[in-house]
């Protein structure tokens, strides 16, 4: 096994800078079993891709996926550009032996993830893996409300509300950027921020949404065309262009396990900046995760002496919580960014021990599916949908 993984990531958006921050990052506070190498960035606009892979770390800046894909001197290929390019550049990766690391939501479409899942499934048999990057399940917070659900401490699991709030598109102005074109995103808060949401609820019950009722709209239906050359991101240019995509999506899920869930997901929800909130409500106790608190995790005994019970925040940040020990002394938090570390230390740790990474490409597509699903059902009138096609 060599000493080194050397990584090409492919994009330098938000979560180019944030996957960077991980992979230089992680090696540093994790002993890991091969060392990650930054070794390529690639970008559309050379000049801003060759600034950003010095700023963020990387070795060489380049404007051709293909050719690096291709190179052998590349074990990782790391996918954080916009869904309508994942399936392609996965593939495409899995075929050239290079284990892959792909953003979520998996695809823009069931048939892609499908795709995608399979690719994933005949190279796993060949010792090369692929993840989705579901990193909220790797805030510590996260991982131990999952533990305390798998040890029963919430008893039987009736109800599950899952939402993910924000607000930086309820300004009628912000314009139309990639994440707001249903041909480069595949759909908006649903599969953007929703998918979140459902990877969350079913990773802290260890249960999946098999079926839905759901209603999405758009609130918003026109905004400014983005100035020339602003790339997928930046200033509004002059004239408007049509919102292709949801605005919000609101659902009820009924998990395999029988329990009912109530899940939403919006960038309008006024001072909401990134409210992704779980709260899990059983026979015997109750959990809430709340990411704009989330070093912390409330917890609700209802085996408690009556006079004792109440919501309780447990600050996740001693040592034997998830992930805590490699970084500092308990009471000292951590941020958005070590979630991304977090994901690169379980993916290094899976792919050298010769162990499929999770999330998986299949779990992927499983979400890819619930929100499917929920598209089908907003346009049957919110009919209840089942998730399997
Ligand atoms: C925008 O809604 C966004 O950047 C999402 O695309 C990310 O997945 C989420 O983690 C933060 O918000």
Excluded at 61 to 84: K, L, N
Excluded at 130 to 149: K, N, S
Excluded at 206 to 234: D, N, W
Excluded at 348 to 360: I, K, L, R, W, Y
């Amino acid at each position: 096994m060599s000493a080194q993984l050397r990584v090409a990531m492919i994009g330098n958006g938000f979560m180019g800078a944030a996957h960077s921050q991980g992979w230089r990052v992680a090696p540093r506070f994790f002993d890991l079993p091969q060392q990650p190498h930054m070794t390529v960035m690639v970008g559309r606009d050379p000049a801003k891709n060759a600034h950003l892979a010095q700023k963020w770390g990387w070795e060489e800046a380049s404007e051709d996926f293909e050719q690096v894909i291709a190179r052998d001197d590349i074990d990782i290929v790391d996918i954080v550009t916009p869904g309508d390019t994942h399936c392609d550049m996965a593939i495409a990766a899995l075929a050239a032996g290079k284990h892959v690391m792909c953003e979520k939501p998996l695809a823009n479409s069931v048939a892609e993830a499908k795709k995608m899942a399979d690719a994933a499934a005949s190279a796993a048999s060949k010792g090369v893996f692929a993840m989705v990057g579901f990193t909220y399940r790797r805030v510590p917070a996260a991982t131990f409300a999952r533990d305390l659900v798998a040890r029963g401490a919430v008893g039987t699991v009736r109800q599950v509300r899952a939402q993910y709030l924000q607000d930086w598109l309820s300004d009628a102005s912000v314009p139309l950027m990639w994440r707001l074109d249903k041909s480069k995103a595949g759909s908006g808060a649903l599969g953007d921020i929703g998918a979140h949401a459902i990877d969350m609820a079913q990773f802290i019950t260890g249960t999946s949404v098999t079926s839905v009722s759901g209603i999405l709209e758009t609130f918003v239906k026109e905004r400014p065309v983005l100035a020339e050359g602003q790339g997928l991101s930046g200033t509004a240019g002059t004239g408007t262009g049509p919102v292709t995509v949801d605005d919000f999506a609101a659902f009820t899920g009924r998990f395999d396990s029988g329990a009912l869930g109530v899940f939403e997901a919006t960038r309008f929800s006024t001072g909401r900046k990134n409210a992704l909130r779980v709260e899990v409500s059983g026979d015997k106790g109750a959990i809430l995760f709340d990411m704009e608190d989330m070093n912390a995790l409330q917890y609700y005994d209802a085996t408690a002496p009556g006079t004792e019970q109440g919501f309780r925040r447990i600050f996740v940040t001693e040592a034997d919580h998830p992930y805590v020990e490699a970084w500092w002394p308990a009471g000292h938090m951590l941020g958005y960014e070590h979630g991304f570390s977090h994901q690169v230390k379980d993916f290094v740790e899976a792919v050298a021990g010769g162990t499929q990474p999770t999330p998986s490409f299949a779990d992927g597509l499983q979400v890819q599916q619930v929100l499917d699903a929920v598209e089908r059902s907003s346009d049957a009138g919110s009919a209840w949908t089942s998730t399997s096609v």
